[in-house]
């Protein structure tokens, strides 16, 4: 093994140039070789050593942006270009490990402790995780029982078994979906119960048969799924996987039934398969959605669900032209989603609808030009609608679940060319009644699940239209929390303050 050199946070080697990445190698022969390149500010790795023994570790490098504040740990790596300051271009040699340790965050959890120190030469070994394969102790959000508050217990998190992940969540936020099962309204009480869904954290261990996650990874669990292999997964169509769709009444993995999570050896169940309130999940590598580690995950956790939802709902089903007009039934944050869909779109009319008046004033941050609230008139709303379009909407997105609601989106779409979209869950009794003659005169009703979005597949470039500022995520955050108030959070939501509040998994 050679040496490796480290070089400090807070003092990074210094280049010619700054933009340029620093390289601190271990090697045998030949040592990497760095081309100082101007292109897109990145350095060229020309080559590294050219074989690599069976479970043994000859060729590293570490390449640090001072710059963006990146870092990258490549072990046992045929390394080429590094195109955009993200990814090299590898493979891996057999026998080697890949670590993918783009963060602070993600170092700490890889066991890489030297950064802290000026550049020094050390013989010390870059390790994966201390924690593989080991059942991890951390703080989880334990409701014991629905409604009442939750519980910061000491859990015990289970190593990930076949195709599963265990991930670091650093941040997560609260939905509405979370709060409808902890107060078990209207489907079978499961606890005790660690809820969450939307999130934001590090890989830190794989499974059995994971081959596109590596700890450190990036990524955003999702309450549904992608296996690739299934009929909907193969669908371009389709996102509603066969194997990994919803299931609110599963409380364990589907590899064995088990739960990965328990306190003194009693069992903890899932929820949704995410369980985000847990500074360590387990999740099914079919839920995870790698990301670009350089999007902020305090920001892009909220694409775990609801926000995605309502975009994808828009940009994917509804599909406004520009210049085309877009009503929004339910102005909370899916529906403002759905808004911010429609801006995004280009869209000239956006009319929001909703019973409550103290939201129209927000809705204009996401593009909403028109209000109309159902109290304020006499006669059915999609009459109104209708009225102030000529004839009808081009396009509408229901957001609310209310069977009242959906109707009127459907029947305040303009006859011939009509798309109305259905976001919103009624209750599982309600029935949606509306005359032949709409379906006739060319109106489209359509359904839609989580935006249609597939999680693996799609979600990395809703994360990437942030990144590129095609997509507004800040102004849907109205409240931080640290994790120790996280109770709070369910105050506010059930008191209707506030879209989105970030819960700060560290404090």
Same mark, same amino acid.
């Given at each position: ?127 994966? #995780?201390?924690? %593989?394969?080991?059942?991890?102790? $951390?703080? &989880?959000?334990?409701?014991?029982? +629905?409604?009442?508050?939750? @519980? ?125 309130? #847990?500074?360590? %999940?387990?999740?099914?590598?079919? $839920?995870? &959605?790698?990301?670009?580690?350089? +999007?902020?995950?305090?920001? @892009? ?207």
């Amino acid at each position: 093994m050679g040496t490796i050199g480290f070089t400090s946070f807070g003092f990074p080697l210094k280049t010619r140039n700054q933009n340029l990445p620093v390289v601190a190698s271990a090697y045998a022969s030949p040592s990497p070789e760095r081309i100082d390149s101007e292109e897109n500010g990145c350095g060229v790795l020309k080559r590294t050593t050219s074989i690599v023994s069976r479970a043994s570790l000859v060729s590293s490098s570490i390449l640090w942006f001072p710059k963006e504040g990146l870092a990258v740990v490549k072990q046992g790596l045929v390394a080429g270009r590094i195109p955009g300051y993200l990814n090299l271009m590898n493979k891996t040699v057999e026998g080697g490990l890949t670590a993918n340790l783009r963060s602070p965050a993600a170092m700490e959890m890889a066991g890489v402790r030297s950064f802290r120190t000026p550049f020094r030469k050390s013989n010390m070994k870059i390790k994966m #995780s201390s924690t %593989t394969n080991q059942v991890i102790r $951390c703080k &989880a959000a334990v409701a014991w029982e +629905a409604g009442k508050p939750l @519980v910061i217990e000491e859990v015990e998190v289970a190593p990930p078994q076949k195709m599963e992940v265990r991930i670091k969540i650093l941040f997560t936020s609260l939905c509405h979906t979370d709060v409808y099962f902890w107060e078990a309204k209207g489907q079978n009480p499961l606890f005790p119960r660690i809820f969450g869904h939307e999130a934001g954290g590090v890989v830190e261990s794989v499974g059995e048969g994971v081959t596109d996650l590596h700890p450190g990874d990036h990524v955003l669990p999702v309450f549904t799924g992608e296996c690739k292999e299934c009929a909907h997964c193969k669908s371009e169509e389709s996102n509603m996987c066969d194997l990994l769709r919803i299931n609110t009444d599963r409380g364990v993995m589907i590899h064995d039934q088990k739960s990965r999570f328990s306190i003194n050896g009693k069992p903890i169940f899932h929820f949704v398969g995410t369980s985000t309130f #847990s500074e360590y %999940t387990v999740v099914h590598v079919g $839920c995870l &959605a790698k990301i670009n580690p350089l +999007a902020p995950l305090d920001k @892009v956790c909220i694409l775990s669900c609801g926000i995605s939802t309502g975009l994808g709902a828009t940009l994917n089903v509804a599909k406004p032209k520009k210049g085309s007009s877009v009503a929004i039934f339910g102005l909370g944050a899916v529906g403002l989603a759905a808004a911010e869909g429609a801006r995004i779109a280009g869209a000239s009319r956006i009319i929001g609808v909703d019973l409550n008046a103290n939201r129209f004033e927000l809705a204009k941050k996401f593009g909403v030009t028109e209000f109309v609230n159902p109290k304020d008139h006499t006669k059915p709303v999609q009459e109104v609608i209708a009225e102030m379009t000529n004839g009808g909407v081009d396009r509408s997105v229901e957001c609310t679940g209310h069977i009242d609601a959906m109707i009127s989106a459907f029947e305040c779409v303009h006859d011939g060319w009509g798309v109305a979209v259905l976001v919103g869950v009624p209750h599982k009794d309600a029935v949606f009644k509306t005359s032949p003659l709409n379906l006739l005169n060319e109106r489209t009703l359509k359904g839609t699940f989580f935006g249609n979005y597939k999680p693996r597949s799609d979600i990395p470039s809703v994360v990437e239209k942030y990144m590129n500022k095609e997509l507004e995520l800040e102004k849907f955050i109205t409240h931080e929390l640290p994790f120790s108030e996280i109770n709070k959070a369910f105050d506010l939501m059930l008191k209707g303050e506030g879209l989105r509040c970030i819960i700060r998994m560290g404090e």
